[in-house]
């Protein structure tokens, strides 16, 4: 079995392109940006893994869940990897949408107290920076990789893809790298902390 620190879940893929606007698809994003992280990782010492690295469903490797949704095979594809690959964190990475044009900003969420919690802190004040927003990460509760995987585990919203200065951030590959520099730096200062 493989092992690494973190696991990088780019979230959706494939057939599920996640939240859109102005033709952009949120999984192109998860997926650019989840790239640049995993380098940025690996360079830095920190031994990640990803959990796709093309455009494509994670529910099509999935045979062994009986379910006729794709979306929950999907999600347990992802769930079931936690535990094949070892890892110590979870960084599950999407893009938020509204209806609302004018919300902005990074949010991670988390699995409750705990080293969740702290990890979600570090990656939250580092993406806080990087934005120049002044967010608090939030418990997700009602996710279903963050009730159901082991190690702590966050999810983070890069910003919002229907809003239109963070969709242009988010589709730049300069951009892309700061956002991913920004969840590496998170990730260092939790190491750090929790040494």
């Not at 690959?85 to 044009?101: F, P």
């Not at 920076?129 to 983070?156: H, M, N, W």
Request: with cysteine.
């Amino acid at each position: 079995m493989p092992s690494a620190i973190v696991l990088i879940d780019a979230g959706h893929g494939g057939i599920d392109g996640g939240a859109t606007a102005d033709s952009v698809l949120e999984k192109d994003i998860n997926l650019a940006i989840a790239q640049k992280l995993y380098l940025l990782l690996n360079s830095q010492g920190i031994p990640a893994v990803l959990n796709r690295t093309g455009d494509y469903a994670l529910s099509d490797d999935n045979r062994w869940h009986i379910s006729g949704s794709r979306h929950r095979r999907d999600l347990s594809q992802r769930r079931q990897l936690t535990e094949e690959i070892e890892t110590q964190l979870l960084v599950s990475l999407h893009v938020n949408w509204t209806k609302n044009r004018t919300k902005s900003g990074p949010l991670v969420l988390h699995q409750g107290s705990g080293e969740s919690a702290l990890l979600a802190f570090c990656i939250q004040d580092t993406l806080n920076r990087q934005q120049q927003t002044s967010f608090l990460p939030r418990e997700g509760k009602p996710f279903y990789l963050l009730r159901r995987v082991d190690q702590p585990a966050v999810i983070v919203e890069m910003g919002f893809i229907s809003n239109e200065s963070d969709r242009a951030m988010l589709t730049d590959p300069r951009q892309q790298l700061r956002v991913a520099a920004a969840i590496a730096s998170g990730i260092r200062q939790y190491k750090w902390v929790t040494r």
